[in-house]
């Protein structure tokens, strides 16, 4: 987790996976970030996993996602 200005920021290269096949979730100041590629019989042939905990001064409703032109995932979360 990195601070910004008024912002903590997260990243993570998802570049190996697809948008629709990336998750994000919050809960009680921790983001995780799900991944999984499917092959086309059905299996699972790759996944990504990564939870970290935010600072207690970040606002669980300001959450917000950016996936750049080089996979890698932004997370923003602004600081009260």
């Known amino acids: 987790v990195r ?10 290269d998802v570049s190996q996976f697809e948008p629709p096949d990336i998750v994000v979730t919050t809960s009680n100041c921790h983001v995780a970030i799900q991944a999984e590629k499917v092959a086309e019989d059905g299996t699972v ?4 996993t990564h939870k970290c905990q935010l600072p207690e001064d970040t606002d669980p409703l300001s959450v917000s996602c950016t996936l750049t032109e080089t996979g890698t995932l932004v997370i923003t979360v602004r600081r009260r």
């Open 45 to 48: 042939c790759d996944t990504f």
């Open 3 to 12: 601070a910004q200005g008024d912002t903590y920021q997260v990243a993570a």
